[in-house]
């Protein structure tokens, strides 16, 4: 079943270009020149315009972050399937997701993959997301409001870790809740100024071994809520 009108799916599809022409331009640096056939379809099928705040529905197909409230944003659409394309999804895994914002990162991925847990450290954005994401028929992923940087140990170990928003270093209790043989994809930096999106492997034995993607602008991983 298709979530778009006809002027929103149109509108999608150019989004959709823009992210293949951002990827064709970066190509050398992101070492790929197209990303994954089913990344690419689950990026057409999640209709971003239901993300936004009504008075930015007209920009919602535009290839860039927006203001999502509370001083958050959502993500580039073209970082976003970017990330998604390196956390290398399969139909069976179970991903965790550090920072929902208003879910449309959570949307991409509970299309790829069997489970999404997702953690949001503002309330208000975790349960607006979590409400939009049960209106859209969303349900397999579950939104829980709290710190990120010690990620859900419940559900723990998982095939895939994302953290969408910008890291000082890698949090160590996100890395033992990774599954051997997986990644995590973060970006790393200091808050507003320079950052770089990471991949951090773990490998069968155990050991991290990090690879640096892209120059990125997140806004920061905090520990506590932000002051009004
Ligand atoms: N994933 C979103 C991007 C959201 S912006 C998208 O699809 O567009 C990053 C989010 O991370 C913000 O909502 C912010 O509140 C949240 N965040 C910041 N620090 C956090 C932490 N320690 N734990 C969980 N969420 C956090």
Redesign the pocket.
């Known amino acids: 079943m298709s979530l778009f009108h006809r002027d929103s799916e149109s509108s999608c599809q150019g989004m959709i270009q823009e992210i293949a022409r951002d990827v064709t331009r970066s190509g050398e640096r992101i070492h790929r020149h197209a990303l994954g056939p089913s990344i690419m379809d689950a990026m057409s099928r999640v209709p971003r315009h239901q993300f936004v705040p009504a008075d930015l529905v007209n920009s919602a197909y535009v290839n860039a972050p927006l203001p999502i409230g509370?001083g958050?944003?959502?993500?580039q659409p073209f970082i976003?399937a970017l990330m998604t394309d390196l956390l290398c999804p399969e139909p069976d895994h179970t991903v965790l997701?550090?920072?929902?914002?208003?879910?449309?990162?959570?949307a991409v991925l509970a299309t790829l993959v069997r489970q999404v847990y997702s953690?949001?450290?503002?309330p208000d954005?975790a349960d607006s997301a979590r409400e939009r994401l049960l209106r859209l028929g969303f349900n397999n992923l579950q939104i829980r409001c709290?710190?990120?940087?010690r990620g859900w140990p419940e559900h723990a170990p998982y095939d895939g870790i994302i953290v969408?928003?910008a890291a000082t270093h890698v949090p160590g209790p996100l890395v033992e809740q990774l599954k051997p043989g997986r990644c995590m994809v973060i970006p790393v930096g200091k808050p507003h100024r320079s950052q770089q999106l990471i991949v951090v492997r773990k490998s069968k034995n155990g050991q991290c071994r990090s690879e640096s993607v892209l120059d990125v602008a997140?806004?920061?991983?905090?520990?506590s809520l932000p002051e009004h």
């Open positions: 509370r958050q944003t959502i993500s976003v997701e550090v920072g929902t914002g208003c879910g449309y990162q959570t953690l949001e450290l503002i954005l709290g710190d990120g940087y969408t928003a997140f806004v920061p991983l905090r520990r």
